[in-house]
């Protein structure tokens, strides 16, 4: 990632290689009406000595959310070039608008190795402390690349992004403090998303469960966060069925890992459980070959709980985390669990598998009857569970469920500040739940191909402790991009690290929990 500064002189006499300024979208919607500058880029236009609406008028910029236009500034100001980037209606811009049209400066600007910007400025009513952290945010995510295993790097050389705090007479000394602030925090979030991207976009080979558990205890080293891994041995003496299970048909065995960051003082104690399935083949019922192309995402799940805890302990978040990892591989092979057996897990119940490709919500039962034996105030587990997610929501929209109206209120508002949008689903026990009993045993892993997302997430809630509000975030479509659109780069996008840390500093502010504001 490139790293972030905040200076205090103008930008028009900043040295970076490129100047970044908004522009808002005509408010009459008629794309033949010109652009409206945003606050910040009327002083380049004057001291470029442009007319700077006529050069956008002229290279047919119409201040679209994302869209840019590259100005050269003759050696006016230090830039070389100034981006014009643009935010969408003025009436309509929010957070989001800034963290995309941010990322989309990134983008633009893969060639150079400094920007300074004023995009911060753009929307004074959201805030200088919000305003700033969307944009760092943004220009982090939108720098984003993995090139760990190509043999030659990409021409891509953003090393130092600057924000532009004008320390003039007029100034407010209170802002540069909240922009300082801001980027502070945007480091930690964007760094959450970097983490969990990184390992989603690892090759299979390089992240099998040990030695994805090795790397998981590596990222928090140094943090106030204690780490424990149960091996297979411990996982056996511990009864964890479903872990074991899934994770029989592969040479490297499962893992579970305890992430617990406990501050002082704190009241309110969260478990995150995560699907670490590392590859997914589909077991015995064999995925088709193009359905294996994108299954080292399977494990996002885990990334992101990983991510989160090891971002609120480096934001000093006053809350008690438990980060479970469910990790395994599930893979086909002659001690793979077959199509009909049964398996015992944690909590005692047994389990027909009907379909050896429903296996993440096996390993996730065992972690959430793990977690309720913490007895946390709230359990909240991330998944890439069901295809039928990405049916009924496509890419871009991640699935609720969620036994406390209270905590999917505060989930559903913490995805829409992040810019992450989840949709609820019900957590239809009375319509569906019969679908959930076996044949021979408690209950059965798969159903019938309908309500595919609502039985699996039926299925888990099995699993949860009486009484404790929990949530289930299916982020099968969103955890993973097959093209660029947004802050989201192809591969892994990182989803919903940031939703999960928005919702934990509203818990560390005093907002509720759930039904009994635990």
């Known amino acids: 990632m490139p790293t972030l500064d905040v200076v205090t002189t103008p930008l028009t006499e900043t040295e970076a290689a490129l100047a970044v300024v908004g522009a808002f979208a005509p408010a009459s919607g008629e794309r033949t009406d010109p652009p409206e500058l945003a606050p910040g880029a009327a002083a380049v236009a004057e001291a470029l000595g442009i007319d700077l609406v006529h050069e956008l008028v002229a290279v047919d910029h119409d201040g679209s959310v994302g869209s840019v236009a590259r100005i050269p500034t003759r050696g006016a100001i230090p830039a070389s070039t100034l981006l014009v980037v643009g935010l969408g209606k003025a009436a309509e811009a929010g957070t989001l608008q800034l963290r995309r049209a941010a990322a989309a ?308 508002a913490a995805s829409r500040t992040a810019g992450e949008p989840l949709w609820p689903l019900p957590l239809a026990t009375q319509e569906y739940g019969e679908r959930l009993e076996g044949a021979i045993a408690d209950l059965k892993n798969a159903g019938t191909r309908s309500a595919g997302t609502i039985f699996a997430g039926l299925f888990l809630h099995r699993f949860v402790g009486e009484g404790i509000p929990w949530a289930h975030l299916d982020v099968a479509g969103v955890a993973w991009s097959d093209e660029p659109f947004g802050e989201h780069g192809k591969g892994g996008t990182g989803v919903p690290a940031r939703t999960l840390l928005v919702w934990l500093q509203g818990l560390a502010d005093g907002a509720a929990m759930g039904a009994e504001d635990a």
């Open 105 to 412: 400066a990134a983008n633009a600007a893969e060639r150079v190795s400094s920007l300074v910007t004023t995009l911060h400025t753009a929307l004074p009513e959201l805030g200088a402390e919000a305003a700033a952290q969307a944009v760092a945010e943004g220009v982090l995510l939108g720098a984003y690349r993995f090139g760990s295993y190509r043999s030659e790097a990409r021409p891509f050389e953003l090393e130092r992004v600057l924000l532009s705090v004008d320390a003039g007479a007029d100034a407010d000394a209170d802002v540069g403090d909240a922009v300082r602030a801001a980027v502070e925090v945007a480091r930690v979030t964007a760094g959450a998303a970097t983490l969990t991207r990184d390992l989603v976009n690892t090759p299979p080979q390089d992240k099998r469960p040990p030695a994805l558990a090795d790397r998981a205890a590596a990222a928090v080293e140094g943090l106030p966060i204690e780490v424990r891994i149960l091996d297979e041995d411990a996982l056996e003496e511990g009864g964890y069925g479903g872990i074991l299970g899934v994770g029989r048909g592969s040479s490297e065995p499962p893992r579970l890992v305890e992430l617990t960051y406990a501050p002082e003082g704190a009241t309110t104690h969260v478990a995150l459980v995560g699907k670490g399935i590392t590859f997914d083949t589909g077991g015995i019922s064999l995925k088709p070959s193009n359905a294996m192309e994108t299954m080292k995402l399977d494990m996002a799940g885990a990334a992101t709980v990983l991510a989160v805890v090891r971002a609120a302990a480096q934001l000093e978040l006053p809350v008690r985390l438990t980060g479970l990892l469910a990790l395994a591989e599930n893979m086909p092979s002659g001690s793979a669990t077959r199509v009909s057996d049964v398996l015992t897990m944690r909590d005692g119940t047994t389990v027909e598998v009907i379909n050896t490709d429903a296996e993440g919500r096996l390993v996730l039962g065992d972690a959430l009857a793990h977690a309720t034996e913490l007895g946390p105030d709230a359990i909240v587990d991330v998944a890439t569970l069901t295809g039928a997610a990405v049916v009924a929501l496509g890419e871009r929209i991640g699935v609720l469920m969620a036994s406390d109206d209270a905590l999917a209120d505060a989930l559903l």
